[in-house]
Each structure stands twice: as structure tokens, then as C-alpha cells.
């Protein structure tokens, strides 16, 4: 549920513009803000209109320029819906929705009364709930997590020294990842009590805690559990006692739709209020199935609105204080904005409490990134400038304005958040030192994930000196700083290259400091995984092709190396169709991935990894006819290597397949 914190915003002007601004934009003048439902009661008054005090930003000029930069966005990436807050300390600047929310019947976006699905940012209220109990002496960061956790989820020794509390903050637990088929729901009935998810799919730990901040969903909805249960009361209502309720957030909950007497059901007040999540498919926008995370709530379970999530970024930039009320203590709100728990290196992000702590330019930048398959959310709060912003998508391909909004409006108003241009090249710098392909630590290592779960990126060195790494799609310019420093070219961000004991090069901490990837061998990459199996269907082929030109004709050689040939036309015929039913999969899964993800394993999947011991045995028996094959006399020196390769793919193929974890007892 996871992507990175980039940015955040403001700037500087006059008051009276401002309170004329912010004023339409309370009343809902601005395009694109048609409210949908009455809001609930309030207690007093509008809690979000600003005082008549100087601001940072001119809301005419924010205004204009976000609409420009959301418009654009929208038209280029398809994006059906689009809302947005901007905040100072006094109060919101710009409060703005765009687009739809609904189809059937249609609804347009509304910043005070529709809910997007905030994924990650979630976690930022568990981590206020922990530290609060940190605060009060409740909690102890450097204790072992099991002296709070409830019985049911103690971890079991595992040879790594204790889980401690601090490592459930920081992602530093050391556990692998895993997603498939459990961390969404698409239907209420698949939600599982969040004790019973923690149980079943609790991940291993592979690697000591402590050693990487590597992200991890199940840390902090373990972290939700123990704060619950040191609590004395639902993870849910606790959040809405300690932070929703004192902040007035009327319409942020972790509560989702799922059925009557499901505690965690949201009822009547949020019906009718969530945006749908839409595919952008066709040039149309087709809705999707609700995303339920209830049983990881605490990781990334909550919906909020555009209004409430600027009262909880003016909350974060007026030292815990809104509206007189006292949300956070002064001594928490120190701890917060003070130095970060931990950073992979000095000079990458750290988690200041669970916050991600990142730079843009020279402005410290508080805040969380979030994403769905459907929704792409950032929220980012700059305490030295007094400025909060959030943004929310709800369509698969929002992610680009989700992670770039708010770095643009900083830089626009902020002449501290514009990164000056990077020096050159040192003279004489050795880039091919850094060049390979490196594994995100982000991964699965121990279950049948593993393939699907794992990303591998691509460092080159660059005839200047620089390097470029492609990951996925995108492709970036780091320039070398400071040894094992590099500058992005383009923006502020910086990674770390490590090195072994033997002084080379051994992987890089990423720039947000939530991950870090390691160098590795052509075995050890997907892409060589799928290149491997796609090379045994086609000698399977061409063994079989082969076997049909020769029949009819006698076999000269004895009968054991006839033996060697039948059985390597039985491993063909078992190798091509384990390809060409593991190809259906793949191009199934690849048509609609979101369908893969909810249904893993699947039929299709379990049949094929159960049926890989059968190949492992094919493959032995035809190491065995390796003698034969060799002493075989009829046989021309042509046909005998023929046969030694297709061999040599076969046992290539099954080491691939057990490396990668793809056997049915892995699933």
C-alpha cells in the first residue's frame, strides 16, 4: 500500500486577497465543488474559516496556478477525480474538488463531504496513537513489542534478536513482504478479524531488526494491535477518541462498509459519501470494488476528506493545537519534529515517528504517501514554512499528479524548496563501478511471492560520469556528491551506495529511506526467471519437432540411450505445457491485475506449482541418461550435444523454479 513521500508547499502575500479566496472557496464557489450531502452537525460555526491575519500564500494565485496544474494532469493521465487541500496555520487556502466521484447516479467531487481512500497516510494516526502512549510513559520504544502485544499475537523466537517497539515505528523490523491475495478485500464477506489476519499472514523476519528500514504494511498494523490492546479499547474508536473527534475531522474513519454487526462497520452517517475507484480503460472510466483493508486497518485502512485532512495538517503545524483544543501534547509534537528514530544514511529520509522526514530543496518536509490500486494520496506538511498540503486521486492512474502536486507548489511559493542545479562530474570519476542490476530488500524471499513481489533496478553508467537507473518505466539521472553521494539531476533527492567488506559495491539506500536494494547476479533477477522458463518451452518445442521429423526412422543406438531420447521427449512434453499453461497465467494476470492480486494463488497457479516436483523428477531422470547419452553409438556428435544442452535448460529451468520459491508448498 504503498509509494513515497516528494514534497510539500506554500509561499508569501496579502491578507485581504487571501480571506476573499479562502472565502469562496469555503462557500464552494470554485469549480468542481458541488456538495453532495448536508454535512452532520457541527458543534459551532464553520471550524475551518481563516482569521483575517496575513498569509503565506495568495489563494488567487494558488488557486489558478493548482487548477492549471490538476486540469492538465487530468487530460493527459485520465483522471476522474481529483480533491485537494492547502492549509496554513491560521486555516485552509485552498480547499478544491475535481471532477467525479460517482457514476450512476453522478456525483461530482465535494472537499468537505466525499471520502477518498488515503492507503498509507493512515498510518501517520497510528503512529500519533503510539506516540502519545510513548509520551505518557505507557510505552517503552526500546522494550520488546511482545511485553504489549496480546497473547494471540506475541512473535515467536526466530532466531533474530526481539522485535522492539522502536522497529515497528521505523520499518525496521526486518521483515519480508507479502501482499498477495490477503492485503485487499474486494468483497466484505473476505474481511477477516484483524487478530486473525495478524496471525495468518503474518510475514518472516530475514534479516536482523534494526539493520534497513525496508516498508512494511504489517509492522504498523501490528503496531495498531499493541497500541490497541496497551489502550484497553478498538483500534477504531480509539482514533476517533484521541484524534478524529478533538480535531473535528467529522468524516475520517478506518470504518468501512462491511456487513451489520461487523464492529468495524461504518453505518449511515458515511453512506453514500466514498468516492468509487476507477480503471481508466478504453477512454473511459470503469468503477471499481470497494478496497477493503479493515483487518490492517492501522497500516492503511482510513477515508478522509480534502477539509478534514487540512484541519489534521494545521493541527501538525500549530504544535498539536487546533481550535483551543490540546490534540497533541507539546512534549509529543517536539518529539515528532525533532530528530528522526532513524535514517538508512545521513543524507536520505528518515521516520520521524512513522513520518516520513524527506528534504525538497533545503525545506524539511513531514508526511506520507498512499495508494490502492485505485487511489494515489500525498499528504506533506512543511513546519518551517507553516504550510500543510493533500492531495487524493481515485483513479489507477492519478499516480504522477498524487506524487508531483505538491513538490510543484512548493517550489512555486518557496524559493528555499528550488533545488539549484547540480555541479558536474567530477573529473576522472569511475561511474562502471556502480553500474548492475540491483534487487529491492522490499521483497518476498520465502513463499511463492517471491517472483511477483520482486523488483529489480537498473544502474548504467552514463558517458559523463553520471549514473542512470531505470526502474520500471522511468528512468533517472543521479549525479556523484560526495563518494558514495549521488544528486538526482532533477530534483533534491539523494541515495547512498554502500559497500561490502571487500570495498565493492554492494547495493544503495533509495532517497525517501524506505528501501534499500542490493546488488545481484543474472540468476538472482525476474526478468532472468521468466527469460529461463520461456527458453525451456522453446527447446521443448524444438525437441519435440525434432522427435516428429525423426519418426519412423530406426534408432541405431542401444537401448539405453533410446531410453535417454523417450525420456527426454516425456520432459518436453511436461516442460511445454508447464510453460504454456505458466503463459495463460501471465498474460491473465497481466489483462487484469487488480483480479490476480484478490484471487492468489488461484486454480491455474496451484495446479501448476503443485505439478513442479514432477518436472524436478524429470529432470533427475534425465541427468541420470546422461551416460547413455554420451556412449551412444549412432549417435553423431551433433545430436549428443543437442541432447547435453536441452538437458542443461531442464536443470537451469528447476534450479530457477526452486530458487524463486515455485513450488506448491511455498504458496
Not at 475507484?277 to 485502512?301: D, K, L, T, Y
Not at 497457479?605 to 549412432?634: E, I, K, N, Q, Y
Amino acid at each position: 500500500m504503498s509509494r513515497i513521500l516528494r514534497a510539500a508547499f506554500a509561499a508569501v502575500l496579502l491578507s485581504l486577497l487571501s480571506v476573499a479566496a479562502a472565502q469562496d472557496v469555503e462557500s464552494g464557489a470554485e469549480g468542481g465543488q458541488a456538495a453532495a450531502h448536508p454535512l452532520p452537525p457541527a458543534d459551532a460555526g464553520d471550524p475551518d474559516a481563516p482569521a483575517a491575519v496575513a498569509r503565506a500564500i495568495d489563494p488567487a494565485d494558488l488557486s489558478a496556478y493548482v487548477d492549471g496544474l490538476v486540469d492538465s494532469a487530468m487530460e493527459r493521465d485520465g483522471i476522474a477525480g481529483v480533491t485537494i487541500a492547502v492549509v496554513d496555520r491560521e486555516g485552509p487556502l485552498l480547499l478544491r474538488g475535481y471532477g467525479i466521484a460517482a457514476t450512476e447516479p453522478r456525483r461530482e467531487v465535494d472537499p468537505h463531504g466525499t471520502l477518498f481512500r488515503i492507503a498509507s497516510i493512515s498510518k501517520t494516526f497510528t503512529y500519533l496513537l503510539g506516540l502519545q502512549l510513548v509520551d505518557e510513559g505507557r510505552l517503552d520504544l526500546d522494550a520488546p513489542a511482545n511485553e504489549y502485544l496480546p497473547d494471540a499475537l506475541k512473535l515467536p523466537a526466530d532466531g533474530y534478536p526481539p522485535v522492539l517497539v522502536r522497529h515497528l515505528f521505523t520499518h525496521t523490523a526486518g521483515y519480508e513482504d507479502s501482499a498477495m491475495g490477503h492485503l485487499f478485500a474486494d468483497r466484505a464477506d473476505r474481511v477477516l478479524p484483524s487478530v486473525e489476519y495478524l496471525q495468518r499472514h503474518r510475514p518472516r523476519r530475514v534479516r536482523a531488526p534494526g539493520t534497513y528500514a525496508v516498508y512494511s504494511n504489517y509492522s504498523v498494523a501490528l503496531l495498531g494491535a499493541l497500541v490497541a490492546h496497551v489502550s484497553g479499547e478498538p483500534f477504531d474508536t480509539l482514533a476517533e477518541r484521541r484524534l478524529f473527534r478533538p480535531m473535528g475531522m467529522r468524516l475520517t474513519t478506518f470504518r468501512e462498509p462491511l456487513r451489520e454487526g461487523d464492529p468495524r462497520h461504518a453505518g449511515a452517517a458515511f453512506t453514500g459519501r466514498w468516492s468509487q475507484g476507477f480503471r481508466r480503460s478504453g477512454g473511459a472510466f470503469a468503477p471499481q470494488a470497494f478496497e477493503h483493508v479493515a483487518h490492517a486497518g492501522p497500516a492503511g485502512g482510513a477515508s478522509s476528506t480534502a477539509a478534514d485532512m487540512g484541519r489534521y495538517m494545521r493541527m501538525l503545524l500549530r504544535g498539536g493545537e487546533l481550535d483551543g483544543t490540546d490534540v497533541l501534547s507539546p512534549s509529543v509534537h517536539a518529539r515528532l519534529v525533532g530528530e528522526p528514530l532513524f535514517r538508512n544514511a545521513p543524507q536520505v529520509g528518515g521516520f520521524a515517528y512513522g513520518f516520513f522526514d524527506t528534504r525538497v530543496g533545503d525545506l524539511r518536509v513531514l508526511g506520507h504517501g498512499g495508494a490502492t490500486s485505485w487511489f494515489h494520496s500525498m499528504m506533506a506538511v512543511a513546519p518551517e514554512a507553516g504550510v500543510g498540503v493533500f492531495v487524493s486521486t481515485n483513479t489507477d492512474t492519478g499516480r504522477r499528479l498524487a506524487a508531483q502536486l505538491p513538490g510543484q507548489v512548493l517550489e512555486r511559493y518557496f524559493e528555499r524548496a528550488r533545488t539549484p542545479a547540480p555541479a558536474a562530474v567530477p573529473e576522472g570519476f569511475e561511474a562502471s563501478r556502480f553500474a548492475g542490476s540491483y534487487n529491492s530488500k522490499r521483497s518476498n524471499y520465502t513463499s511463492a511471492e517471491k517472483p511477483m513481489l520482486s523488483f529489480t533496478a537498473k544502474v548504467e553508467a552514463a558517458a559523463d560520469g553520471s549514473l542512470v537507473i531505470h526502474a520500471g518505466n522511468d528512468a533517472s539521472r543521479w549525479i556523484p556528491e560526495d563518494g558514495l553521494v549521488f544528486r538526482e539531476a532533477e530534483g533534491p533527492g539523494r541515495i547512498v551506495f554502500y559497500e561490502d567488506d571487500d570495498g565493492r559495491i554492494a547495493g544503495w539506500y533509495n532517497a525517501a529511506g524506505h528501501n534499500a536494494f542490493e546488488r545481484v547476479g543474472p540468476l538472482q533477477r525476474s526478468d532472468t526467471l521468466f527469460a529461463v522458463m520461456a527458453l525451456a518451452g522453446a527447446v521443448s518445442l524444438l525437441v519435440l519437432v525434432g522427435a516428429w521429423l525423426r519418426r519412423g526412422r530406426r534408432d541405431p543406438a542401444a537401448p539405453a540411450s533410446r531410453r535417454a531420447a523417450f525420456w527426454l521427449y516425456i520432459s518436453a512434453l511436461a516442460w511445454l505445457g508447464f510453460g504454456g499453461l505458466l503463459l495463460v497465467y501471465a498474460q491473465g494476470a497481466m489483462a487484469d491485475e487488480t483480479a490476480a492480486f484478490y484471487g492468489y494463488p488461484g486454480t491455474l497457479l496451484t495446479a501448476l506449482l503443485w505439478s513442479t516436483p514432477a518436472l524436478f523428477v524429470l529432470v533427475l531422470v534425465d541427468v541420470m541418461h546422461l551416460r547413455a547419452v554420451l556412449r551412444a553409438r549412432g549417435w553423431n556428435l551433433w545430436r549428443k550435444l543437442r541432447h547435453l544442452f536441452v538437458v542443461a535448460v531442464y536443470v537451469l529451468a528447476a534450479y530457477m523454479l526452486w530458487s524463486w520459491n515455485m513450488v506448491g508448498w511455498k504458496l
